[in-house]
């Protein structure tokens, strides 16, 4: 039977979970970097040069959809990158179970070798 973690999962069932949390990071940055675009896009459309300044009708709803397309994307990656930090913990604690713990290199001084 294989090893599992604490909360029951075995370590195919944990690779899916880092998987998906990766995914889901992979979103909120999509989501910010689309919300960013869209709020600089709105924001230069008020940026009056040489003709007088009347905004446009659509600006504000576009900059503020941006800002909240922004907003929710870091709020996601926050909670995704905390997430992913936690399922590769325990991903990799569960390998380490399961593989055995890797050694480093050291010096057998009974022997004069190098022992891996």
Not at 40 to 57: F, H, K, M, R, S
Not at 83 to 95: A, G, Q, V
Request: charged share 20%; proline share 5%.
């Amino acid at each position: 039977m294989p090893p599992r973690t604490a909360d029951g999962y075995t370590l195919e069932q944990m690779e899916l979970r880092v998987k998906r949390a990766k995914i889901g990071l992979g979103v909120s940055v999509l989501s910010t970097v689309v919300g960013f675009g869209i709020g600089i896009a709105a924001a230069t459309n008020t940026i009056c040069i040489l003709e007088p300044c009347t905004e446009p009708g659509w600006v504000a709803p576009v900059g503020i959809t941006g800002a909240v397309l922004m907003a929710g994307g870091v709020a996601g990656m926050i909670a995704s990158g905390i997430l992913l930090r936690r399922r590769k913990r325990d991903r990799d604690s569960l390998r380490e179970a399961h593989y055995g713990t890797p050694r480093r290199a050291q010096w057998d001084l009974a022997r004069s070798r190098l022992l891996f």
